[in-house]
């Protein structure tokens, strides 16, 4: 059973280019989140998608935008990126349940130059 | 707001000797607590989930217990491979599925 899987591993990128991160979620599992993760800090809520709609939105900019694909992957995009978007990027996904464990994918280390 | 507060920020144990890490939180109406496990340049790993006051639970080495305030992971006898940073995390009930980390503690056992 594939757990979750994000793709790249890594990516350098230079201030104001454009990024976009994807994942795969757990197999049976609807519902993907976006979190991002500073170093030497816990991941913060970005945003959640179910049935292809963002559902719940973290204190991110407008900047940081999503979608969800019929077949429940996802994707993250970042416009005009920052010296602060340097992070570790990380999705996680459930079922539909509301209390349903979030399983986390291994990340994709983005450094902005 | 919701809020996790993880304590001791960095815990250094010799092999074998057991300890605890503590999880404090505040949130309006608890849906579930969520320990996890992180490996350096990894995802985190999930280890337990706890729903309501007086609930344990134990794999292994290690045992969440929850209460209104709080929530505990002890680690009995470490072992080196249990080196790792171990995140706190909590879901609100008005606050859907989203999870609500704290800063984690950075575990390091000696052999």
């Known amino acids: 059973d594939a757990g979750v899987t994000q793709s790249p591993t890594h990516l350098i990128k230079t201030r104001g280019q454009q990024v976009t991160l994807r994942c795969s979620p757990k197999?049976?599992?609807?519902?993907v989140s976006w979190y991002q993760q500073a170093l030497g800090q816990g991941p913060q809520f970005i945003f959640q998608y179910y049935e292809e709609e963002e559902r719940q939105r973290g204190n991110f900019p407008d900047r940081f935008s999503g979608h969800q694909f019929p077949n429940y992957s996802s994707e993250l995009n970042v416009n005009a990126l920052l010296l602060g978007d340097s992070a570790l990027y990380l999705c996680?996904?459930?079922?539909?349940?509301?209390?349903?464990?979030?399983?986390f994918g291994p990340g994709t280390r983005l450094t902005v130059l | 707001e919701d809020q996790v507060t993880q304590s001791p920020e960095a815990l250094r144990l010799q092999e074998g000797e057991s300890s605890s890490l503590n999880c404090s939180y505040t949130?309006?109406?608890?849906?579930?607590l969520f320990w996890y496990r992180q490996d350096p340049g990894k995802g985190p790993e999930f280890l337990f989930t706890?729903?309501?006051a007086g609930e344990e639970k134990e794999k292994e080495r290690l045992k969440a217990t929850l209460t209104k305030k709080e929530s505990f992971l002890h680690i009995t006898a470490p072992k080196p491979e249990d080196s790792a940073t171990y995140l706190c995390a909590v879901q609100a009930g008005r606050s859907g599925s989203r999870l609500t980390f704290g800063e984690g503690t950075q575990l390091t056992v000696n052999p």
């Open positions: 949130v309006s109406g608890l849906r579930g």
């Open positions: 197999s049976g599992h609807d519902t």
């Open positions: 706890l729903y309501s």
């Open positions: 996680a996904s459930r079922g539909s349940g509301s209390t349903d464990t979030q399983y």
